[in-house]
């Protein structure tokens, strides 16, 4: 699954986009967002791997608002000029698309970002310091990781380690496939799941609350997973 983000001022050209990642399964759109800021407070709560960016936006513009960011998801323009093609590319973004966007485009820039995310590769161990000593934890033992404020645990099919480490970076290094941020202080293994409602995910057996903020991206998530499993 890829969680996405929509900047864009202009309503038709959000409600194209938006269509369009509806289409696709393996896309979830996390917001509508009308400028800059309002993204940047989402990124801030959210791990977004793509943003789709229109270049004139009010306040902060699209291309200043890109350079802004330390370490920037993958990035697909959208604008109705051709002529900052060149300041997009200089900025490492995947694509670029004109206004107005047909479905097909739409599609092939998409399609360029998920092979550049299969390309990363993604360890298959995670190892921590826990109870003065190195452990080597298989990722595909890992149920749930739960944050215990500067520290985090690791639950597994068989135990659990305790190692300090921030939530939102273990995020980072976990394939974003299989593993589904649903709480401020849950990240859990998609596979693992036994069951879910709208409050609570049963993950190898144990309860994961799911948070009010993340409900709609979580549930998508895994309609989206199992029906591609």
Do not use: W
């Not at 093609?85 to 739409?106: M, T």
């Amino acid at each position: 699954m890829i969680h996405c983000l929509i900047v864009e001022d202009e309503p038709l050209a959000a409600e194209v986009l938006t269509d369009y990642i509806r289409q696709l399964p393996y896309l979830i759109l996390v917001k509508v967002c009308p400028d800059a800021i309002d993204a940047l407070e989402v990124m801030q709560q959210e791990k977004i791997q793509l943003l789709f960016v229109d270049i004139h936006l009010p306040g902060l513009k699209g291309l200043d608002f890109i350079k802004s960011l330390p370490n920037p998801p993958k990035v697909i323009l959208t604008t109705a000029f051709h002529q900052y093609a060149l300041q997009g590319y200089e900025l490492n973004v995947v694509d670029y698309l004109l206004k107005p966007i047909e479905f097909q485009r739409f599609l092939g820039a998409v399609n360029k970002v998920q092979s550049v995310l299969a390309s990363t590769t993604r360890p298959t161990t995670l190892t921590v310091q826990s109870d003065k000593k190195k452990v080597v934890i298989p990722v595909d033992e890992i149920l749930f990781i739960e944050s215990q404020k500067e520290y985090i645990k690791v639950q597994t099919t068989t135990t659990h380690h305790i190692t300090k480490y921030a939530l939102t970076k273990i995020e980072e290094e976990l394939d974003p496939a299989i593993f589904l941020r649903v709480h401020r202080s849950f990240i859990i293994a998609m596979p693992k799941v036994r069951s879910y409602s709208s409050h609570e995910i049963d993950v190898g057996g144990k309860p994961v609350p799911i948070g009010g903020n993340y409900r709609d991206a979580v549930n998508q998530s895994l309609v989206n997973y199992f029906q591609s499993t």
